[in-house]
């Protein structure tokens, strides 16, 4: 139980890697947020929650949105009083060949992946920097570090946006008292690679040293050991949850 008494704001909850980080807090004692575009999927989780630990609340919030990150970060402590950690997890990827890939999409990819994280980040860091003391975890991705096998340019140049950002802000706000480190997940099984053809699955579990896909709760214990105090010592670093399928 690491988190008692803590407050986490975990953005895109509602499912997949976001759901398993919020429930891995909520099981170690954390006052959970859970900020999702689905605002239905985000009440369930807050309701799944509740009895495993403390508290959860669901904000709808579109995190590409200022007035949606204000109201964020204003109701986690209306509610709680406090920000401890905030995991920027939501993301989007919009799978395409190069030659469809519009500046809308593009820059979309970038709104979500990699501004709303800035902005997110810089929302909550005036609330920590009065604590003296914060954690960021942000959720880039392995594409970042390959440039991505099955994933686009254009999202793989946003996680690698993200881990540049990771570094950036850990120099910045290191005095303030925050650590900000990002998890590089390689193959995790949700809702994200769902689509992906039974060939490519076969071929990737034969070529990543673990033969498995990561789970949600893989990530997720990356992410509570980073937000944890044995991670005090520990920021602008990129943690790879990959199985072994690429290292440095
Ligand atoms: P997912 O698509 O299952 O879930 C993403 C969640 O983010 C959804 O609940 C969605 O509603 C929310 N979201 C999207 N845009 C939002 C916005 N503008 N405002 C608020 N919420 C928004 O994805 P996932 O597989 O759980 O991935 C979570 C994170 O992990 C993403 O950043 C993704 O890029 C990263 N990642 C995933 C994998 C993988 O293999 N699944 C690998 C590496 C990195």
Redesign the pocket.
Known sequence: MRFIEQVVIV????????AAIATRFATEGASVVI????GA?AEAMARRLTPAGGSALAVA????EAPDRERLVETTIRAFGRIDVLVN?????QRMALQDVTYEVWHRTMQ??LD?AFFCSQAVLSVMRERGKGRIVN?????ARTGGQASPPH?ATS?AGLVGMTKALARTVGEWGVTVNAV??????????ADWPPEWRERWLAEIPLHRF?T?DD?AAAVAFLASDDASYITGTTLDVNGGYFMI
């Open positions: 953005t895109g909850a509602a499912r997949g890697i976001g900020a999702d575009l689905d999927g919030a579109n995190i590409t997890n939501a993301g989007i990827m979500v992946n709303a959720i880039s991705s392995m594409s999202y996680k590089t997940p390689g193959i995790i099984d949700t809702d994200m690679i990561g949600a990530v």
